[in-house]
């Protein structure tokens, strides 16, 4: 009897739709990322400094939720933080051709000093938390089970903070400027052969900097929802190898936003896994399912997929007039 | 830029890039003050001014650094500190003078540490301790090897990019020195998820001369020779044989390495090989000479620590020993500052972060006056395009 009570609790409804609802919550910022980062690397600019990126959106939306209760506030607060720090990559890496590998290092080993110095300055003894962010629910299908989740605290796939539905409709539309406008075409050709977009009378410095800034944006946005809808407070390891994630995540995409959608939902759904597990008295090691996304992709990789597409320009920085 | 057809390639004008840089119109004086020493000048003026903004005394933190870092005993810290970074630092320079990015160094670290901790003190009753040491140190330089050999492999033989693969495996060997350290090397005395400690004993010896009870001196393990040796052994190995300069070819254009008739996918693999056993030894110098056990959160992140010192020192294994002496003291006694400014320790991120962002500035104005780039980005760079066309 007892067993068969832990089988219909494990299974039911409502720790199914906890499941969901926890894939989408840890999936929702990589996907912001890594939307980001491949439109960065799609203009040929491999931005190493997303982890930083996030940092700084996690922090600075954070406080801005914080001080203006507002989680829009927030996001905004985010978006600009992120941006405003891929600035530097702008300046460093597009602008001068600097190396795009240690000026990324250098921009996430900064952010993480910066914000934890300026948080311990700020809330040493405060440590405050924010409260639970409000959820749209789509009327009608918000009544399904485990998919709806109304009226569940972290709601589920259809019942949702707001912003995630614009970021979902984000990739879609990042998906479709990419491959169906001019504006994404001058992005893939920055970053195939800047050379040839130059020659159009296009800016590649232009399009690379305009790149490299939706991509701190996002990050930054991504780092926000971390802070404010996901964990309610800040912390200096909030981020915790997310940007590194959200990087490879971009590289497996192909290049292609969507993919970039169900890799972050799927490693989302690792990490829902392994919280699910535990409250099921499931015997799995945390540690091995947090392994199982990138054990997963290897072996793709090694098998099938080989040669991982990346654009022919990747990391190089351009220079008018040699070759 | 993407045309690569041999004729494009013969047009390439020459331009100075060999690795110790050219020096066309400033000294060589100017040279070395621009490139390896204003970042650091430039980072610690920016951190005092940091300090300043938020109420410190930037005085008072520099030489709390200093007296954490150097005074009464602190000094054996530091130089125990050296032993791991300057062995993650040579492994560096081989991988980045063949033109490789390896960043997964913690992945590889932290697995070493995991298996010899795990192992160490099960040995440890049955061997002589010299032979156990020695033993360990051989594994976790092993542990650190095989670590590399995928990324390893799918670069040889599939040209898949080392990045992508690096940082996947460093999560997957994060992961995997946890799963081990909670499971199979868990200490069973106790319910904290940690390794069973060694005897001590049963750690590494101190250098002689560097205990004294009367001064409160615990002693500086040998370790720190043994990173120091493996430092010569690099720069022999990279400047005086003919494996460094295969290596060094294969950096500098992967393209001439080919035409060269080099085996450029085994290059690859003994470059990888190469760095993953150095990571290895570092894991085993922490281990065995500071820590004695492993806790399963433990994750001390060198990694990127160590890349700005190694281009600072222009990818130099000897030249790296002072920037090591720095960094090590930086963290040591920046520890001790920050708790006495009532700051975090992280502040020594920032200066670490800084000095690399002032490290490519400079590099750009240096660029621009006497040429030559010592940074792999410049191979890099080459070998993708090359790999595209």
């Known amino acids: 009897m007892t067993t068969v009570l832990a089988a219909t609790g494990v299974f039911s409804e409502q720790a199914l739709t906890a499941l969901v609802a926890g894939a989408i919550l840890a999936g929702v910022p990589l996907m912001f990322a890594a939307l980001g980062e491949l439109v960065s690397q799609r203009a040929g600019v491999l931005n190493i400094g997303l982890e930083g990126m996030m940092l700084m959106g996690a922090y600075v939306g954070f406080v801005a939720a914080y001080h203006g209760s507002s989680e829009w506030l927030g996001f905004g607060a985010g978006l600009l933080a992120g941006a405003g720090v891929s600035l530097l990559m702008v300046l460093f890496c597009v602008r001068w051709g600097l190396d795009q590998i240690v000026t990324g290092i250098a921009i996430t080993l900064t952010c993480e000093g910066a914000t934890a110095l300026i948080f311990e300055a700020e809330f040493a003894e405060s440590r405050p938390t924010l409260g639970a962010t409000d959820k749209v629910a789509i009327p009608g299908l918000s009544d399904l089970p485990v998919a709806g989740g109304k009226g569940e605290s972290n709601g589920s796939i259809f019942t949702q903070p707001l912003v995630v539905y614009l970021g979902l409709a984000l990739a879609v539309l990042v998906a479709w400027i990419l491959r169906r406008t001019h504006m994404g075409l001058n992005v893939r050709a920055a970053g195939d052969a800047p050379g040839a977009l130059d020659a159009a009378g296009v800016s590649v410095f232009a399009t690379r900097s305009w790149a490299v800034l939706f991509a701190g944006a996002l990050a930054g946005l991504g780092g926000a929802f971390l802070a404010i809808v996901g964990a309610g407070l800040f912390q200096d390891t909030i981020v915790g190898g997310r940007g590194f994630i959200a990087i490879v995540l971009a590289m497996l995409a192909r290049s292609r936003p969507l993919w970039a959608v169900v890799g972050a939902m799927l490693f989302g759904a690792s990490l829902s896994i392994a919280d699910w597990a535990q409250v099921a008295q499931i015997n799995i090691s945390t540690d091995f399912v947090f392994m199982l996304p990138f054990l997963l992709v290897l072996f793709v990789l090694v098998v099938f997929g080989r040669r991982a597409y990346l654009p022919a320009a990747l990391a190089l920085p351009y220079e008018r007039g040699t070759r | ?389």
């Not at chain 2, 990019?161 to 799963?179: K, V």
């Not at chain 2, 004993?201 to 004294?212: V, Y």
């Not at chain 2, 960094?327 to 690399?356: C, E, K, R």
């Open chain 2, 1 to 389: 830029m993407t045309e690569t057809t041999a004729a494009a390639e013969l047009r390439e004008p020459p331009r100075p890039r060999e690795v110790t840089g050219g020096q066309a119109q400033l000294g060589r004086g100017g040279d070395f003050f621009l490139r390896s020493i204003l970042p650091l000048v430039l980072a610690l003026g920016t951190g005092a001014i940091i300090l300043v903004a938020i109420g410190v005394d930037p005085i008072q933190y520099y030489k709390d650094v200093y007296s954490g870092g150097v005074q009464f005993a602190a000094w054996q810290d530091s130089l125990m500190r050296v032993a791991p970074l300057l062995l993650i630092a040579v492994g560096l320079i081989v991988v980045f003078r063949a033109g490789i990015w390896n960043l997964g160094i913690d992945g590889q670290f932290l697995l070493a540490a995991a298996v010899i901790s795990g192992i160490g003190s099960r040995f440890e009753e049955h061997l002589p301790n010299t032979i156990n040491l020695l033993l360990l140190f051989v594994i976790a330089g092993a542990v650190g090897a095989a670590w590399t050999i995928v990324p390893a492999l799918l670069k040889a033989r599939y040209e898949l990019n080392e990045i992508i693969t690096t940082l996947m495996m460093t999560f997957i060997g994060i992961n995997l020195a946890q799963i081990l350290v909670k499971g199979p090397f868990q200490d069973s005395s106790t319910t904290t998820p940690q390794t069973r400690a060694f005897d001590f004993t049963a750690l590494l010896p101190s250098i002689p001369g560097t205990e004294s009870t009367s001064r409160r001196w615990p002693g500086v393990h040998v370790g720190l020779l043994v990173a120091v040796a493996a430092a010569f052994v690099v720069w022999f190995l990279m400047s005086r044989t003919s494996l460094g300069l295969r290596l060094q070819v294969l950096g500098a254009s992967m393209r001439s390495a080919r035409h060269m008739g080099l085996d450029v996918p085994r290059l690859i693999i003994v470059a990888f090989l190469l760095s993953g056993f150095f990571v290895g030894l570092a894991a085993a110098t922490e281990i065995l000479g500071v820590k004695g056990y492993q806790r399963a959160d433990w994750n001390p992140a060198f990694g990127l620590w160590v890349v700005p010192l190694v281009f600072l020192a222009r990818l130099h294994a000897i030249g790296v020993i002072p920037y090591v002496v720095l960094l090590s003291l930086a963290s040591i006694g920046g520890d001790y500052a920050a708790q006495n400014a009532g700051l975090t320790p992280q502040f020594t991120l920032l200066l670490v972060g800084l000095t690399l962002l002032f490290m490519a500035l400079t590099e750009w104005i240096a660029r621009r006056t006497a040429g030559g780039s010592y940074l792999p980005g410049a191979s890099y760079r080459r070998h993708r395009a090359e790999g595209a066309g």
